[in-house]
């Protein structure tokens, strides 16, 4: 080997061993849902190349990972998660990568008194508070940073305005909340994944399901929902882009079979994100389509 083979040998072996912050190339992220890929996305910008394993549709609740998913998982520089057990038969996977490799939930962070709890289940559904998504947000700036310090002023910069946008988000949508009459603030939908929703804004919140899809209900269940319905004079009920729509659809025919009058009131986004290219394919689009939806449901 001449000279000048030698030392580019030798150029590629330091560089290859250096830390992300000095290198040129993106920090490869994987994200384990839509939406935790899509809150590092607006953080790092063309600083990171992010993959998210679960996309549209998706109920990351009974995920499994694929062979595909564990070599992406195994190739990344960093690994971020929901946590709070969403990703349930993930964590194994996760917990074992998380000795070789940085591997974050992004609420890990929380204050336990933020986290709502069903029984004996946490509620890992936080990005309904957008308050909380925030939270979640400074996390993985936070860690980027400290990933990539010598990318921290682009870091801050972006989360600095993607934050300013949730801010705004959030009084959006206490506002459009607070238009619903307050006796028919009560949200029905497949499974209870906006009990933080429900919290921050003053809705009630009902499920069929608990707050995993992989929780069991009954015509005890069923019941319980129809005698509320027709008691509050309840309009409409929702569906989930990542549930099935027939248990619901159910409770509607039984409902107006019994002489009531009770509609689908639209489709919800609960545990993914939209098709890539819609307004519902990013965070902020997704809860401006819940909200809208579930607004002009209920007023």
């Known amino acids: ?11 590629f072996v330091v560089v290859s061993l250096l830390p992300w912050s000095l290198q040129a190339e993106p920090l490869k992220v994987v994200a384990t849902t839509g939406l935790v890929g899509d809150l590092v996305t607006h953080i790092g910008q063309d600083r990171v190349e992010v993959t998210a394993l679960m996309g549209t549709g998706v109920d990351p609740h009974l995920y499994k990972a694929t062979h595909g998913d564990l070599r992406r998982l195994q190739q990344a520089d960093v690994i971020f998660y929901n946590g709070l057990h969403l990703e349930g038969k993930m964590q194994d996977i996760l917990e074992k990568l998380a000795r070789k490799k ?20 946490t509620d890992p559904h936080v990005w309904f508070d957008v308050r909380l998504w925030q939270r979640a947000g400074e ?15 682009h870091y801050q910069q972006n989360a600095k305005d993607y934050l300013q946008q949730l801010a705004d988000l959030n009084i959006w ?3 459009q909340i607070q238009t619903i009459p307050s006796q028919q603030r009560v949200l029905i939908t497949a499974h209870d994944a906006f009990g933080y929703f429900g919290r921050a804004y003053g ?3 009902r499920g069929l399901q608990g707050i995993s899809t992989a929780s069991e209900f009954g015509l005890h269940d069923i019941k319980r929902l129809k005698d509320l319905i027709v008691e509050r ?4 009920v929702f569906v989930e882009s990542s549930v099935p729509k ?8 039984g409902v107006n079979e019994a002489g009531g009058h009770l509609v689908i009131g639209g489709e919800l986004y609960s545990d993914a994100l939209g098709l890539p290219g819609t307004p519902q394919a990013t965070y902020i689009g997704m809860m401006q389509h819940n909200v809208t939806t579930i607004v002009e449901a209920l007023k």
């Open 173 to 175: 949508v206490a506002e």
């Open 102 to 121: 940085p591997v974050f939930a992004v609420t890990s962070q929380f204050p336990k008194d933020a986290i709502l709890h069903f029984g004996q289940a």
């Open 246 to 253: 027939k248990f619901l659809q159910s409770l509607v025919a």
């Open 203 to 205: 809705m009630e919140v």
């Open 139 to 153: 996390f993985v700036l936070k860690t980027l940073v400290e990933l990539d310090p010598r990318n921290a002023v």
């Open 233 to 236: 004079h309840i309009k409409a």
């Open 1 to 11: 080997m001449d000279i000048n083979g030698y030392l580019s040998r030798v150029v």
